[in-house]
């Protein structure tokens, strides 16, 4: 999106190869940037790394970005460090071709935790029941859109097009309200899909890899809060009887199937059998509960 806007309005786009803050911070000074757009572990980083304070950052007045929730710290950081920096967000999906809400300035200094405000005429977006049923404000649903911009289908799945897209809109698999002024805010995900550093995890596609392994009799994959990436990936293992498996060899077997960032940064081994819930799907509310608790009292 920020490539073909830079086209479009005819200004240079800086790109790097591969992430580095300190190397990000010389070139906004080198090219005199005028806007940094990055996930927000990208922008955490440039936040925390020793340079920036030390880097001629003048010509910097907007730092934008998406890919999954910015912590609301954040957005005060970005005041204290860059304050004459804008700061700004947005939210959409691959499916609405990035295309959902936004949200900058004084707006987003007050309201950290939304990702703003549709564009009627561009964008309609409601809140729905499971039923389907638009919810009133402060009520929370799950979120759906519609625009110009939405896909037309998925490519060969009609089924999966049929479950997400209803009379034009979509349905995003997020969880969320809408307050009295209009502005959105995400409480949570439908979708069983974890969001590290920006880039979008399928626990199933885990899940599936870790089921392939001799020792695992029952597996569930979920997220758990980090601080640096917004979310890390957790699995819950529980093994057949008399095998053995350390959390090293799991994560080794995952990362010989998947991309590396896909491999549980922690595997919890349970001695029973995982907790499921009427409908027969493992409870991973109670999962990624217990996850946490773990991972707090460890360290």
């Keep these: 999106t920020m490539q073909f806007l830079s086209y479009r309005a005819g200004r240079k786009l800086v790109l790097m190869y591969k992430w580095n803050a300190e190397m990000a911070l010389e070139l906004a000074e080198r090219e005199e940037l005028t806007t940094i757009e990055g996930v927000p572990t990208m922008i955490g980083e440039i936040l925390n790394s020793p340079d920036l304070h030390s880097r001629d950052l003048s010509t910097v007045t907007k730092i934008g970005g998406g890919g999954s929730a910015r912590p609301p710290e954040h957005v005060k950081l970005l005041q204290e460090h860059l304050p004459q920096a804008v700061p700004g967000t947005g939210y959409g999906m691959t499916e609405t071709n990035a295309i959902g809400t936004t949200i900058g300035g004084d707006d987003y200094i007050g309201r950290p935790n939304s990702v703003g405000r549709p564009s009627p005429p561009l964008v309609s977006l409601e809140i729905r029941d499971e ?23 998925y490519w060969n799945k009609p089924e999966a097009t049929e479950e997400t897209l209803i009379d034009g809109w979509m349905r995003s698999g997020d969880i969320g309200h809408i307050d009295e002024e209009g502005f959105v805010f995400i409480t949570g995900r439908a979708k069983d899909i974890i969001i590290r550093g920006g880039e979008n995890i399928a626990c199933g596609e885990i899940e599936y890899v870790l089921y392939e392994h001799p020792a695992v009799n029952e597996a569930a994959v979920h997220g758990a809060p980090d ?73």
């Design 131 to 153: 039923e389907g049923n638009i919810l009133g404000t402060n009520e929370d649903g799950e979120i759906c859109m519609k625009s110009a911009a939405n896909m037309r289908c």
């Design 227 to 299: 601080d640096r990436l917004g979310e890390i990936v957790c699995a819950t293992v529980y093994l057949k009887q008399g095998a053995d498996a350390s959390e090293a060899e799991i994560q080794e077997h995952v990362r010989s199937k998947l991309a590396a960032f896909k491999a549980p940064s922690h595997v919890l081994f349970v001695d029973e059998p995982l907790p499921r819930i009427a409908s027969g799907k493992f409870d991973k509310v109670t999962l990624q509960k217990r996850a946490i608790d773990w991972l707090q009292a460890s360290s």
